[in-house]
């Protein structure tokens, strides 16, 4: 794992490994960012592009989840019924 850049809002390595595991990701991602002194995140969005031997990962903090709607009337109706 070579760094290229890496800071709380972006993580860009050169990875030497053929089509890393998504634990492999979020391990060399953690790595990176606990190196650098930032703190690791909880979920993030990767880009992986490849050209012979080498990969480039592209990562960034995952946006955070909305809240599902939750309707004051109770739903009575499920599955299509009418």
Same mark, same amino acid.
């Given at each position: 794992?070579?760094? #290229? @850049?890496? #800071? ?9 490994? &053929?089509?890393? #595991?998504? =634990?492999?990701? &979020? ?26 031997? =080498?990969?480039?990962?592209? @990562? ?10 939750? #309707? ?11």
């Amino acid at each position: 794992m070579t760094p #290229s @850049a890496v #800071s709380p809002d972006v993580v860009a390595l050169l990875l030497g490994m &053929d089509e890393p #595991s998504v =634990q492999e990701i &979020d391990r060399v991602v953690a790595e990176a960012l606990t190196a650098a002194g930032c703190v690791p995140w909880r979920a993030m969005e990767a880009e992986l592009y490849g050209r012979g031997a =080498q990969r480039l990962l592209i @990562a960034r903090p995952a946006p955070p989840r909305r809240r599902r709607l939750v #309707s004051p009337i109770p739903r009575l109706r499920r599955g299509g019924e009418k």
